[in-house]
């Protein structure tokens, strides 16, 4: 059984993994438009093309990692050995140099596909520490649990004061300033702090599994992650539930840029507080933390699948609404609050399940193959992110410039570009949760399958 300080501990992990990742999500389109210079086909570009290295990376990542033999087990050194090198990523990758249009183009292509390298070097051995961590598959959902909860904290913390520490360092204050400099060294700050984080999920975590299986080759654990049906399966429905969330995450700079008119302020018990990209964010975040807290209950009480699919189903009826509200009145900025709370709660449902999910799935791939392919199932998880935050933030980049968004500081929008913007953030990121919905209504390993398979596995295990 394991201790509440290794559940703390592994949730700080995914605590700083979150802290970069909704920073990414949420400005580094923004960053690159507005701050940085790209113009937004370029940027679209960027986003898509560093996903082939991607590609090759994670699958990669886990194979090294699933032969990593050390004192410290096979996953947890990389939390050490990686930290410092990912917060040094995070801050280049935020840094505007003076090169000129050309040297900094290549700039931004080399720092982005550094950082995403460096990423997936410590989120994957991450990810894979859930499979060795414990054998009991209701376990592995509590440790999920504690990792989102941590995960939006995280993200609650540097959402919230993202904007006001780029303005406090540039001596500004309303909409977040466009100044390169007050972006680096905010980025400087935060990268500090996840690097520290990553060193206590070492100091604070074990590895406790090790399963007596086969030695096989790389092509052996290719060979048997191909033929695995509920990892395809499950890649699917992931992939489009993050290409569903990265293309909210995206387009929310954008829509309190351009369609909400002002610095907008709401009140509660006479309390003011100003309505910004970075508040609504964090109350997202709030409402995910929820979603995490009623996670594994409802889990426990219907399952993992039917859970994710019903949250899936909510999500789809709550984006479609946001399609409908002005943006004009106080009722309506309140109505968008609340389908912001409403959505996140589902969220923060679905993603402890994703983590528990490939666990569960890494369980089936030892049973049926007999191979040790933890990292490799993982890093899948890990590229489904990555590809889903690249098509999301591609597709936006893409489709703002289809409908004639103009990233000049001030610029007046078209009427086209702010039906974009609502297209954007209602009905598209639904179809893509229909999509991800229609994966997860067909995947197969059910509660009642997962039980069968630990059994086998803990007869396996004690022979």
Known sequence: MATLKEKIGYGFGDMASSMFWKIFSAYLPFFYTYVFGLDLELAAVLFLV??????????MMGVISDRTNTKWGKYRPYLL???VPFAISGILLFTTPDLGETGKNVWAFVTYVLMMTVYTA?????????GVMTDDSDEKTVFSSYRMFFAYAGS???LLLWEPLCNMIAGTTGKVTHDPQAWQLAMVVVSVVCCLLFCLTFKMTRERIAPEIKQTSVKDDFKSLLHNGPWWILLG???FFNFFGAVRYAVIPYYFTAHISGEPMLSIFSLEFAFYAGMFFT????????GVAVATPITFAIGKKSTFLYSLIAIMGLCIAFF???????SGLWTLLVLQVATGIFTGIVSPLVWSMYADVA????LKFKTSSTGLIFSSSSMAQKFGGAFGTSAVLWLLAAFGFNTAEGAVQTPEAIDGLRYLISWIPAGIAAVSALFIFIYPLTTKRMKEIGEELKGSHSK
């Open 237 to 239: 429905g992931v992939l």
């Open 283 to 290: 109350v997202g975040e709030i409402a995910n933390m929820i």
């Open 156 to 158: 609650f913390i540097v």
């Open 81 to 83: 050995w990686i930290s």
């Open 324 to 330: 409908y509200v002005p943006v004009d009145t106080t």
């Open 50 to 59: 560093t996903k082939i290295w991607d590609a090759v990376s994670d699958p």
């Open 363 to 366: 369980d089936y791939a030892e």
């Open 122 to 130: 410590i989120n994957v051995p991450y990810g894979s520490m859930l």
